[in-house]
């Protein structure tokens, strides 16, 4: 059986858990100079004209069963800031989804015996249950569009 203080931490660890999230980017063509991550333009289509600077990932916070139209946001929010350290003025969205990170588990238990007159009777029971634990994904090219406006 979990004690409370164990129960507690637990739970304290899922909810910092819950409120973090990662990025990453790749290079793969020549970097410019950083700019402000307002000045990132998202595009869902490529434009006629752009270079490729650097493939991006990002993850939002942990939410339970599936991911949130916020956390889609955070997401390519951080792909936006990546792609401004590498001086890109766009972000070509490839992937927006649903990661699974984990699953919380949950257990009880518990059993008693009670006795009659004539005999004794036990009685005992348990259930469990399990949620998934998931992050909102984003993936894009870090993209350097000529004469963006």
Excluded: W
């Excluded at 999230?21 to 006629?48: C, E, F, W």
């Excluded at 015996?113 to 994904?137: K, Q």
């Amino acid at each position: 059986m979990m004690k409370p203080f164990r129960a507690a931490a637990v739970l304290l660890g899922l909810l910092l858990v819950a409120g973090c999230g990662t990025s990453s980017s790749q290079l793969v063509g020549p970097a410019r100079p950083p700019i402000n991550p307002a000045d990132v333009r998202v595009y869902k289509a490529p434009p006629s004209k752009f270079e490729q600077i650097a493939f991006l990932d990002a993850t939002s916070g942990t939410s339970f069963f599936h991911g949130t139209a916020q956390g889609e946001a955070n997401a390519i929010e951080k792909l936006k800031i990546e792609a401004a350290k590498v001086g890109a003025n766009g972000v070509l969205l490839t992937l927006v989804d649903d990661r699974p990170t984990g699953a919380v588990g949950i257990g009880v238990g518990g059993g008693g015996i009670s006795g009659d007159r004539g005999g004794v009777t036990a009685v005992s029971g348990s259930a469990s249950g399990g949620f998934p634990l998931v992050s909102n994904g984003a993936r894009g090219m870090a993209i350097y569009v000529p004469n963006q406006r």
